[in-house]
């Protein structure tokens, strides 16, 4: 059975930093792509961050580049997403997605796992 478990979230103090991890078990992603996608209260699913299978190319969403940084180790099977200078506004639950068909688009993940809260507080 294939499983994403992401860690590290909570709750931290506005221009603070979390560094969020997402394990996967089950099978290798070591030749798929891996994103990381965010949830607020109210609002749909959005885009955060992805890299591709080697760790050549990440991709950022505008409104966390300079902030975030996404990177993987494939000997661990492990996505990871360093979120620094937080801002209130970053709040929401952050999901880890992998095997996707292309990794700025949502819908084409495979594999998501269960989320974990982050709360940014002002």
């Known amino acids: 059975q294939v499983q994403l478990v992401e860690s590290g979230g909570g709750l931290i103090q506005a221009g603070g930093s979390l560094s969020l991890s997402c394990a996967a078990s089950?099978?290798?992603?070591?030749?798929?792509?891996m994103g990381w996608f965010r949830q607020a209260p109210g609002k749909e699913r959005e885009f955060v961050a992805a890299?591709?299978?080697?760790?050549?190319?990440?991709y950022l969403a505008d409104s966390v580049k300079g902030r975030f940084t996404i990177s993987r180790d494939n000997a661990k099977n492990t996505v990871y997403l360093q979120m620094n200078s937080l801002k209130p506004e970053d709040t929401a639950i952050y999901y880890c997605?992998?095997?996707?068909?292309?990794?700025?688009?949502?819908?084409?993940?495979?594999?998501w796992g269960r989320g974990t809260q982050v709360t940014v507080s002002s």
């Open positions: 089950g099978r290798t992603f070591r030749r798929d792509g």
């Open positions: 890299i591709t299978w080697n760790g050549g190319l990440t």
């Open positions: 997605a992998a095997d996707p068909l292309s990794v700025l688009t949502r819908a084409t993940y495979r594999y």
